[in-house]
Nanobody, 121 residues
Framework: QVQLMESGGGLVQAGGSLRLSCAASGRIFRVNAMAWYRQAPGKQRELVATITSDDSTNYADSVKGRFTISRDNAKNMVYLQMNSLKPEDTAVYYC???????????????WGQGTQVFVSS
């Protein structure tokens, strides 16, 4: 089994910054693409940013220029640096990763439990 654990959420004023971290642990042969999603109250979960195993990134239009996704392959970690935060960024942020547990198994999708980010105006 594989576990994803997020950290770094909290309360911040508009215009401030937060850095989220996510660590993958357990039976891991290789971590493929990793991503951050978020879900605001009463809304569907949405994709925030993705990063492939060779560091190709993609961002939702709403966070381009403000958020930066990065990863440390040696530590099986992914990060989300969030700058110039806005109240509309308030949500539970979830880490997602495609993980091969062995050489011969197909990748499986794993999710973290989420970390709350609250941006006050």
């Amino acid at each position: 089994q594989v576990q994803l654990m997020e950290s770094g959420g909290g309360l911040v004023q508009a215009g401030g910054s937060l850095r989220l971290s996510c660590a993958a642990s357990g039976r891991i042969f290789r971590v493929n693409a990793m991503a951050w999603y978020r879900q605001a109250p009463g809304k569907q979960r949405e994709l925030v940013a993705t990063i492939t195993s060779d560091d190709s990134t993609n961002y939702a239009d709403s966070v381009k220029g403000r958020f930066t996704i990065s990863r440390d392959n040696a530590k099986n970690m992914v990060y989300l640096q969030m700058n110039s935060l806005k109240p509309e960024d308030t949500a539970v942020y979830y880490c997602n990763a495609g993980v091969k547990e062995t050489l011969y198994r197909a990748p499986r999708d794993y999710w973290g439990q989420g970390t709350q980010v609250f941006v006050s105006s």
